[in-house]
């Protein structure tokens, strides 16, 4: 289903015949009216939130915090009972990631999630960013406030700084910078101000000495692992969000390099920004950095607020001490890990953790029913928001195209190891199908020779070029739904631009192949034919990697679309016109050989080969000339302008299915429901209050709030009714 000028219009592909046509026709028109719908996407955008959340960023803007004219807003964000549970496919057991956490996280402060492996941080971190994967066997409940105002989880202005540092790789630092400050900020026309924006943020983040290195990847060397975690923080201070969450920032860096990220995220704090971080076991130096800690262990909450000599306060009063020589976190992991070596220390181990999390969540409990009663925010600080972070963007659609065009440009050029390797496999293989078929003759043997020749060739252009794209696609599909989540451009400048970008590097290795092969297998040796040749076998290659793109778009990984690309092709092929006659095919399958592009490509390559060709004749049943041949293949009658056209919808077709699997497979997140009041009794510990009681109660706090301008915490109301 697709969202088409504000009606549902269902999209039913069927194969075979002249339906073909008409579907992809149909995805055509679609796909044009949606690349050419207007200007990009909102930062909020709408299809993501209900109709409650819309209205929680509309009107007066009071939930969504964000920056006004470049300065970060502070936002407080308090959560309570938050509790995340997944049940298994026969929704019999249910685990819970979360139970029941409570917590706050300020402006000017760094709070870090802490807990051994398994303890619920990165859901945690999921479910105040709203980044939390949607499921139906997922349950997720509790009460989140951004500045005192209960909100949506997704309604406040954010940076997500993930555990994969995903980046074209081929681009520079401060290519990568400024391409991202030119989609996210177009307001900044100037090169000069750009410049200076982009020259700010890397002296900022410490990025200066690496501005003009290559990102690189696994394949080509570049910057350093804390160099790409702090370009991953720069990319999202763009567009200067109130909060900034890490998910594991210190992960896979040297002491030093977590050392210096760290530090980054302080300073930002130290900026205005409410920082927050999941971490699993930090060094000292790193530990001393923090302003606040949350403690997990198996979901379950065992301490929340300040870092330094709080918390080991808080454990010496249960007999826990923590000597002086020992880093604190190192003191407070062990304590909440549950030891595996026997069944009496898991015994005594799991004890005391269920000990320490009652503890905690008594004294929490009874902090809430005590003070339910806190300070509102400064109203300058939570009042008027940045009218352009929630109206939609009046960005032009052919601005985003150009630039998307340039990266895509840069990216495909410079990929040398992956060109080189391509260009290498091109003259290898013709190079051996060329020793193998060296100056084929004009026997009647000679033309199995040539149909298997050319069969060879449609096949080994097609699986490259497929190859070649589901290797690469699913990891940039990472970073497009990223980049599309925060509305930095839309679907049909990105595809489209991707397209043309790779028309000259794409064409390069068929044209390769085709002028080594062409002439050492002595085939149709008139200069109209070669081209010809080199044309089918190109356009089979953007067919083939349309395809993969198409791969790509339907599966999570790599790894998938490396199973399932080959394995469609290899149909394919059996229908390729060569294995198995057209006419010869059964009717269940007989849709199958209109939609392969192997079959497009060996008929367009056997007529443009065997079309008045002669062959020698020892006796009267042998073929004269190739039009007799083509009469065997079921390929008479047929024009080299049928295989382009067919090679052109199928290219077509995989380009359309590709921008809807793209738009229907985008990220959905779990959306927080409100807990039950039952729930939020029983956290309380408190009985349902009388009617009586619980006027007379509103009414004291009617008088507390005229006389302190105090606000009522809406969670305790509820609560106590």
């Keep these: 289903m697709v969202r088409l000028g504000g009606k549902m219009v269902s999209h039913v592909v069927k194969f075979g015949g002249n339906c073909f046509g008409q579907v992809l026709a149909a995805a055509a028109v679609t796909l044009l009216l949606r690349f050419f719908s207007g200007p990009g996407p909102a930062l909020l955008p709408e299809d993501e939130f209900s109709d409650d959340e819309k209205n929680d960023v ?27 549970s997944l049940s298994d496919k026969s929704s019999k057991q249910v685990r819970f990631l979360l139970k029941n956490v409570s917590g706050e996280a ?6 870090a999630i802490m807990g051994p ?26 009460l989140l406030e951004v500045n005192g105002r209960p909100t949506s989880n997704r309604a406040y202005k954010f940076a997500y700084v993930r555990q994969e540092d995903l980046f074209f790789s081929q681009l520079t630092v401060r290519e990568t910078l400024s391409l991202a400050a030119e989609l996210q900020l177009p307001e900044i026309s100037s090169a000069e101000e750009r410049d200076e924006f982009v020259n700010n943020l890397l002296f900022k983040l410490g990025l200066v000495s690496c501005a003009d290195s290559i990102v690189g990847d696994a394949k080509v060397r570049g910057i350093s692992g804390g160099e790409k975690k702090r370009l991953s923080v720069a990319c999202e201070l763009i567009a200067s969000p109130s909060v900034i969450f890490t998910d594991e920032p210190t992960t896979g860096l040297d002491a030093f390099q977590a050392e210096r990220v760290m530090e980054t995220l302080r300073q930002l704090a130290q900026a205005g920004h409410t920082v927050i971080c999941s971490i699993h076991q930090p060094r000292g130096s ?16 065992v301490y929340a607020g300040p870092a330094h000599d709080e918390p080991l306060a808080y454990f010496s009063k249960f007999g826990y001490h923590c000597l002086d020589h020992v880093n604190p976190a190192e003191f407070l992991a062990d304590l909440i890990s549950i030891d595996y070596s026997s069944a009496e220390s898991v015994y005594s181990s799991q004890k005391r953790i269920d000990g320490l999390v009652e503890s905690f969540s008594q004294q929490l409990s009874m902090m809430l029913y005590a003070t339910p009663l806190t300070r509102r925010e400064s109203p300058k600080n939570d009042r008027k928001l940045s009218k352009k972070t929630v109206v939609k963007r009046k960005e032009s659609w052919w601005r985003q195209f150009w630039l998307l065009l340039k990266r895509a440009w840069m990216q495909a050029s410079r990929d040398g190891p992956t060109n080189k390797v391509r260009a290498r496999m091109s003259i290898a293989s013709a190079i051996i199908f060329g020793s193998v078929f060296w100056r084929m003759g004009r026997s009647q043997t ?15 252009t097609a699986m490259a070029a497929l190859t070649k794209t589901v290797g690469v ?15 930095s451009y839309a679907l049909g400048p990105y595809l ?12 390069a290795f068929p044209l390769m192949f085709g002028a080594l092969l062409y002439p050492m297998a002595r085939l149709h040796p008139t200069l109209s034919r ?74 367009g390559l056997c007529i443009n080969e065997f079309t008045g060709l002669k062959f020698d004749r020892q006796h009267s049943f042998d073929v004269e000339n190739g039009e007799q041949a083509l009469e065997r293949l079921s390929f008479g009658g047929s024009h080299i302008n049928d295989t382009v056209i067919a090679q052109s919808r199928i290219l077509l077709f995989w380009y359309c299915t590709t921008y809807l699997l793209l738009e229907k497979n985008k990220p959905k997140y779990q959306r927080l429901e409100p807990p039950p009041l039952e729930q939020i009794q029983q956290q309380l510990q408190v009985e349902p209050l009388e009617p009586d009681q619980v006027k007379q109660l509103n009414h004291s706090l009617k008088q507390d709030e005229s006389n302190q301008q105090l606000e009522i915490r809406p969670f305790i109301l509820e609560g106590a009714k």
């Design 446 to 460: 000679s033309i199995q020779d040539r149909m298997g020749l050319l069969q060879v060739t449609a096949i080994n």
């Design 473 to 487: 696609f699913p990891k940039e599909r990472a970073i497009v739904d990223r980049e599309r989540a925060k509305g």
């Design 496 to 507: 489209l631009s991707k397209l043309i970008a790779e028309i000259p590097v794409g064409a």
């Design 58 to 84: 509309s009107g007066d803007d009071k939930t969504r915090e964000a920056s006004v004219d470049g300065k970060v807003v502070p936002v407080t964000i308090r959560w309570s009972n938050i509790t995340c």
């Design 530 to 603: 070669f081209g010809k040749f080199c044309g089918i076998v190109t356009a089979e290659s953007f067919a083939a990697s349309a395809m993969g793109l198409t791969v790509g778009a339907m599966v999570p990984t790599t790894e998938a679309a490396m199973a399932l690309g080959p394995s469609l092709m290899t149909v394919f092929i059996v229908f390729g016109g060569y294995y198995v006659n057209a006419d010869n095919t059964p009717i269940i399958f007989r849709w199958i050989p209109d939609v392969s592009l192997i079959r497009w490509a060996f008929q």
């Design 106 to 111: 300020k402006p000017g402060r760094l709070l």
């Design 286 to 301: 790193v530990y001393s950095k923090f302003d606040d800690i949350v403690l997990l262990t198996e979901g379950a909450l």
């Design 117 to 142: 492996s398994g303890s619920g941080k990165t859901t945690l971190l999921n479910v105040l960013a709203g980044q939390l994967m949607a499921s139906p066997r997922v349950h997720l409940s509790g």
